[in-house]
């Protein structure tokens, strides 16, 4: 401990240290809290300015700096404890079959400042090796031709792998086994005859900026490696797997790339890993693999033009699917064998096929979109039952639906001429199946695509060249917004249809328009009508062909002189008369001679002398 004094000399431990007027110059030291603390290498003296006069200071001398030019003598400045940082001089040959440089201490640094250290490709022969070492930190090194060009083994822990390169090595470039909380940052290894970075029965390491490029087995391997973080790395273009999971739990991949190998990502018995923003494009199979593996997050990754799949599930269960994109691979997202997992918000769109399923049941698929698809946007085989499809959005439809046995669903546009007196939504799906089946289908819309009330929006099926409509349907008023079907019959376009035009009238006269209006389809009537001089609805003449629709409304008499009804109509075709209250008419409803093909439903017509009465219509 000193004080300062102005032009004052003080002696410790042998340096000599001037303070002039608050400033220190010293040699080779550190001054505790302040911003200097090693003293660049060359320079003799360093000024340390803005001290206080009279404040105590702590003052220690730091280890020296030392530089080595071979094998033998880097591993003797690494033994030797006054040498805290080694440098590397000039570039090594390595040529005996043993390890060139083998840490022999703990806390030190090993600059190659660039230069190379190669080997001559023999079995065993190790660049650099820690064996139960730590707080390490090795940097700048360029290693090439050994057996494995930097391994830490047996517990070496809190060591720093910096800027390396560790390229065409016989077995590894980097090699961590039983070791854990290691930083490996911004290092490349390239073109190693098995994997760039292996790490075996290692955890908690950080890889942040790694290069793991044209291995000839993997770029990136982790084998019952737990609890690591993997950020921002890239394993492109290696002869197999770009980043290979293998019996590691609960890591983190984030921002990582592995694309144009055979499988971008790979896991195997491996579970509650979190993989976030991964690129994983080009690969022969596979942008993501999953095989015998659990509860797994996969959230806003992109898988794309894979020649396989984007996201393969095999055997895998309970897995968290969201936010990914799988664009332009054969399949988009495909489960075999596979069950409980959940695929919600994911974009797989211009595919051969969308979303497959193969004998995997009891899956939640949420909100996907699957549109230009070639093939199919959803695809289903035989033994994929209890899935649960929601809001499945193609290019033409929205849908959701359960199912059973084998279907296949696409968007389509529509294949002809509306059925008379209805217009499509523009929402079509062509629905097909290879073996006795049935889908639970309900079809979405927004409020804006349709006017209607419940009743008016139907299901229809377009097969062998004409429309027909489908049993079962029904809809759910105004404020829900889907229809729905049980279809057991499929090979068809199903499209959800409305009945042409809707208008409204609230009296016996503006009803009367409405009905021989040629643009009024549906005319519903608003509020109840009290006539007192004429029959309301007389036999309008455009009256063919439409649907009436009193919506509960009452149509009454006020007086009590004969010969007036509350609907009648002469010749008139094909009408529809619903939900009509008429009370105090002679005839409530009357349909005379060759009024054809109607339909009364839902009609209450009391108090009348005659409540409903046909004649001379069939």
């Known amino acids: 401990l000193f004080k300062t004094k102005q032009s004052t000399v003080f002696i410790l431990v042998g340096v000599a240290v001037l303070v002039v007027a608050g400033i220190i110059v010293l040699n080779s030291l550190e001054i505790v809290g302040m911003a200097i603390k090693d003293v660049p290498s060359g320079e003799t003296q360093k000024a ?3 001290l206080e006069p009279a404040k105590t200071y702590s003052i220690f001398q730091t280890a020296s700096v030392c530089y080595c030019d071979s094998c033998d003598t880097c591993t003797e400045k690494l033994k030797d404890t006054s040498c805290r940082t080694v440098y590397l001089t000039r570039n090594i040959n390595h040529v005996r079959n043993s390890v060139c440089v083998h840490f022999p201490e703990n806390g030190k640094v090993f600059d190659c400042q660039n230069h190379k250290i190669t080997g001559s490709n023999a079995r065993y022969q190790y660049a650099i090796r820690l064996t139960t070492k730590h707080h390490n930190t090795i940097r700048n090194c360029n290693i090439n031709n050994h057996y494995i060009g930097i391994a830490l083994t047996s517990s070496s822990h809190h060591n720093n792998l910096i800027n390396n390169t ?5 077995d590894y470039g980097i090699f961590l086994a039983g070791s854990s909380s290691n930083t490996l940052t911004d290092n490349i290894a390239n073109e190693n005859t098995k994997h760039g970075i292996f790490l075996e029965s290692s955890s908690s390491n950080t890889l942040t900026g790694n290069t793991a490029n044209k291995n000839n087995e993997q770029g990136i391997f982790l084998n019952s490696a737990s609890s690591n973080t993997i950020t921002d790395n890239t394993a492109n273009e290696n002869a197999n797997i770009g980043i290979y999971v293998k019996n590691s739990d609960q890591n983190i991949f984030t921002d990582n790339t592995a694309s144009s190998n055979v499988d971008g990502i790979r896991l195997i018995s491996s579970s509650d890993n979190n993989f976030s923003k991964n690129i994983a494009n080009d690969n022969s199979f596979y942008g993501f693999h999953i095989e015998k593996s659990l509860n797994n997050d996969l959230n806003e990754n992109n898988a794309s033009k894979n020649n396989e799949n984007g996201f393969a599930f095999v055997s895998s269960s309970k897995n968290d699917v969201t936010d990914n994109t799988a664009v332009s691979n054969k399949v988009g997202i495909h489960l075999t064998s596979s069950d409980n997992n959940k695929i919600s918000n994911n974009i797989v769109n211009s595919n051969s096929y969308g979303i497959v399923l193969h004998i995997s049941p009891e899956n939640e698929i949420n909100k996907n979109t699957a549109s230009g698809n070639t093939m199919w946007d959803f695809a289903s085989s035989g033994a994929s039952t209890g899935n649960i499809i929601t809001d499945l959005k193609t290019k033409t439809a929205t849908s959701s639906f359960t199912y059973d046995g084998v279907i296949r669903l696409k968007s389509a546009e529509n294949p002809g001429s509306n059925p008379t007196g209805y217009k499509n ?7 097909t199946n290879t073996t006795p089946s049935w ?12 006017l209607f009330v419940e009743g008016d929006l139907e299901m229809w099926k377009y097969s062998s060249g004409s429309w027909s409509n489908e049993t079962g349907t029904e809809t759910k008023g105004n404020t829900l917004t ?4 049980n279809i057991t019959n499929f090979s068809s376009v199903f499209a959800p249809m409305r009945l042409k035009t809707i208008c409204f009238c609230d009296s016996c006269e503006n009803c009367t328009d409405k009905l021989n209006d040629s643009n009024c389809d549906i005319i519903h009537l608003t509020k109840d009508i009290n006539e007192g001089s004429n029959t309301c609805i007389d036999n309008p003449d455009d009256f063919n062909n439409k649907i009436f629709d009193c919506q509960g409304h009452n149509i009454n008499y006020t007086r009590s002189d004969s010969n007036k009804h509350g609907i009648y109509l002469k010749g ?3 009408n529809t008369i619903r939900n009509c209250n008429i009370t105090n ?3 409530g409803i009357w349909l005379y001679t060759n009024s054809n093909n109607n339909t009364l439903t839902n009609n209450t017509a009391n108090s009348n002398n005659i409540g409903i009465y046909l004649q001379s219509n069939s």
């Open 482 to 485: 889907y229809v729905y079907a």
């Open 48 to 50: 340390v300015e803005s």
């Open 166 to 170: 560790v390229n065409k090595n016989t």
């Open 425 to 431: 939504i523009n929402q079509f799906l062509n629905i």
């Open 585 to 587: 008419w002679e005839y």
């Open 572 to 574: 008139k075709e094909n």
């Open 439 to 450: 889908i639970f289908l309900n079809v979405s819309y927004k409020p804006s695509d349709v």
